[in-house]
């Protein structure tokens, strides 16, 4: 592990990244992504992607950047943390109205649909985020609500 990646996952459990952020990383990540530059997980092994879903109430798209691990059946699952937050995400209501939505990893765009994780492939899919980055385990400290978890898969 790289010193990058071990000054993330210790800032990562604190209530500074929490506060930092939605206000500068998740903006970075999406300038970076308009620009070509390098996003804010370059240097570490933190796998990030783009999920693009359909807004329950306007019906424009919005584009968050987020971590994604593999899935067993190939396709990737993303937590709804909010950064540990009192309230689900925008894109974890998004997708339970709408199911559909567009995800970019490694440089690839597909189309995908969207399936709540429920049961014990829930608790091995939350030790793995946990166990990629130790700050999921203090966002569970900040709040009593469950962390929404999807399979993002190819239709």
């Known amino acids: 592990m790289n010193p990058y990646e071990t000054f993330a996952r210790q800032i990562g459990r604190t209530r500074l990244l929490a506060w930092l952020g939605p206000r500068l990383f998740t903006r970075f ?5 308009r620009t070509g530059m390098p996003d ?35 396709g990737t699952v993303v937590a709804g943390t909010n950064w540990g937050g009192p309230q689900d995400p925008g894109w974890v209501h998004n997708l339970r109205v709408d199911p559909h939505a567009v995800l970019e990893r490694a440089g690839e765009t597909i ?8 049961g014990p492939d829930y608790d091995r ?5 946990v166990d990629m980055f130790p700050g999921y385990a203090s966002y569970r400290t900040r709040t009593d609500r469950p962390f929404a978890l999807f399979v993002l898969e190819e239709p």
Do not use: K
């Open 40 to 74: 804010s997980t370059s240097g570490t092994n933190f796998p990030l992607v783009y999920l693009t879903t359909t807004r329950r109430r306007s019906g424009e798209p919005r584009t968050v950047p987020l971590l994604g691990i593999p899935a067993d059946d190939g």
């Open 29 to 33: 990540d999406l300038y970076a992504r």
């Open 111 to 118: 189309d995908v649909t969207a399936r709540p994780v429920e």
């Open 125 to 129: 899919y939350w030790s793995q985020f």
